[in-house]
């Protein structure tokens, strides 16, 4: 008799029909780097297949993956020496208005402003907004508290803004206190 | 939200939308537990020779590496070697994760073992074995050695994918009981090598083998202190 097989997604078929959004978390999460991209989600995906019944029966196995994704990204660091924060490069030049091109460099420039935060500031940053998880869950996901989600998020908002030339809005003020 | 905000969601998205992912994901998350194993075999061979250099090495530049030194060099802890029977699990292979702050609740004890989430066992078919796989997770308390084996009649059922065997053959592995092992002997990390989620615990990751689930599974802990082995038993497959 096999195992609750009604209640298990076979891994397999769970890998192919997620992990391109995984993937691409993955991606942010590492500061668009493919290769340590691709590393942490093949990590990912191996911590889950050992767990993989008790996974599935949790409900949201990609959750889990999710999880263990911004774990990975934020432990990878530590155990690499604390590499410290990464400047931007010297011939970074600030968001342009105007066109399509101009769009285009703003964007790159915020993406690389996001891969120079330290990693727990961008991990909450690409799960509040690239995941769209409440704050709750994006504690959850990373071991701390609600409240330490907002910090950091705020933090590292005001540090793209600071980088940017944007206006603070009010509650981002109230965050950083 | 706010103009960074949206600014910053618009970036993300654009970057990344579309992306396909990796080709050989599967293949590569298959692999990737024997790669492991390669590479702690080869740390371990690293090891070997150093233990072997260091006499001359120290005497030459001392422990701090500082041209001169004429210190004694330490003693090396000998290297953990397996109960007879088992395989070896030590600290070179282990894994980091954050089991949460509850994992103890989670888990079962026995001396300086914790089986986590042993109470919600289940193993699965995957591609055409005629066994089910399970995953298994043990944390041993940090410098303690210990030794699990399968018990009484659940040695004719049910063995260990771990050490060498750990995924040997994947999730589509053909795999029989045959396969797995008998035992497994775990070793927590010595103080100067130990780090992990869950201080002061080394946390070690396996598979098992199961024929004929839902099965009671009973298995036997051993310690070099004891004569005698505490037993557990649990349930694969409800």
């Not at chain 2, 939200?1 to 994901?25: K, Q």
């Amino acid at each position: 008799m096999r195992a609750g097989p009604e209640a298990i997604v076979p891994f397999e078929d769970f890998v192919r029909a997620r992990s391109a959004t995984l993937f691409r978390t993955a991606m942010l999460l590492t500061g668009q780097n493919r290769s340590e991209a691709e590393d942490l989600l093949q990590g990912a995906l191996e911590r889950a297949y050992r767990r993989w019944g008790r996974i599935c029966r949790s409900g949201d196995p990609e959750r889990y993956v999710r999880r263990s994704l911004a774990n990975a990204s934020t432990d990878r660091w530590r155990r690499l020496g604390r590499r410290g924060e990464r400047s931007l490069p010297a011939n970074a030049s600030g968001p342009v208005t105007g066109d399509h091109a101009a769009e285009v460099a703003d964007r790159d420039f915020l993406l690389r402003a996001l891969a120079g935060l330290p990693p727990r500031q961008r991990a909450v940053l690409v799960l509040r907004y690239y995941c769209d998880l409440p704050e709750a869950e994006i504690a959850d996901a990373l071991g701390c508290t609600a409240g330490t989600v907002k910090s950091q998020a705020s933090r590292a908002l005001a540090r793209l803004r600071a980088i940017s030339g944007a206006e603070p809005t009010v509650s981002e003020k109230e965050g950083q206190r | 939200m706010s103009e960074i905000e949206s600014r910053l969601r618009a970036a993300m998205h654009a970057a990344v939308d579309g992306l396909p992912p990796p080709t050989d994901l599967l293949q590569q998350v298959r692999l990737r537990r024997r790669r492991h194993h390669v590479r702690s075999a080869a740390v371990a061979v690293v090891a070997v020779g150093a233990l072997a250099a260091s006499p001359v090495t120290l005497a030459l530049h001392g422990r701090d590496g500082q041209a001169g030194g004429a210190r004694t060099p330490s003693t090396p802890a000998p290297a953990p070697r397996a109960a007879p029977g088992t395989v070896l699990d030590a600290c070179a292979s282990a894994i980091d994760e954050n089991l949460g702050l509850d994992w103890r609740q989670q888990s079962v004890r026995a001396g300086p073992l914790w089986f986590i989430d042993l109470r919600q066992q289940s193993a699965t078919y995957y591609g055409r074995s005629p066994v089910a796989i399970g995953g298994l997770e043990v944390a041993v308390q940090d410098r303690a050695k210990a030794w699990v084996t399968a018990a009484g009649l659940s040695r004719g059922y049910f063995r260990f994918l771990f050490g060498p065997s750990d995924f040997k053959a994947g999730v589509d592995g053909h795999y029989t009981v045959a396969d797995g092992e008998a035992g497994v002997t775990f070793v927590g990390c010595p103080a100067d090598q130990a780090w992990s989620f869950q201080r002061g615990y080394t946390l070690y990751g396996g598979y098992y083998l199961i024929a004929g689930s839902p099965r009671r599974v009973a298995l036997d802990i051993w310690t070099t202190a004891s004569r005698k082995p505490t037993r557990i038993t649990f349930l694969v497959g409800y």
